[in-house]
């Protein structure tokens, strides 16, 4: 009896692991390109669409965003890179 109890304890608490939104929806470690004349984050394959400056380099998204403070504007960018929590879930199924 004691097993089934100790059992169904770690079984919710790996499943609350695996559907709690605790990991972010785009990894910070994602290469973007950065303008730094207009301070704006582009996804690479937006590249062809944005209006880019000759002024652009390649940097994670982490250092884009949290380090130089840049914005993402494009609606593509704004697609492929989407801010906010996701769960471990469903980062593992995509």
Not at 36 to 42: A, C, G
Not at 59 to 68: E, M
Request: proline share 3%; net charge negative; aromatic share 8%.
């Amino acid at each position: 009896m004691r097993k089934n109890i100790v059992w169904g304890i770690l079984i919710v608490i790996v499943l609350g692991v695996l559907f709690l939104p605790l990991v972010d929806k785009t990894p910070t470690t994602t290469r973007v390109i950065v303008d730094y004349t207009n301070k704006e984050i582009v996804h690479p394959n937006c590249y062809d669409q944005a209006s880019l400056t000759n002024w652009i380099d390649e940097v994670s998204f982490g250092r884009a965003v949290n380090d130089l403070e840049f914005e993402v504007r494009d609606s593509c960018t704004q697609k492929l890179l989407e801010t906010g929590k996701t769960n471990i879930f469903t980062r593992i199924i995509e």
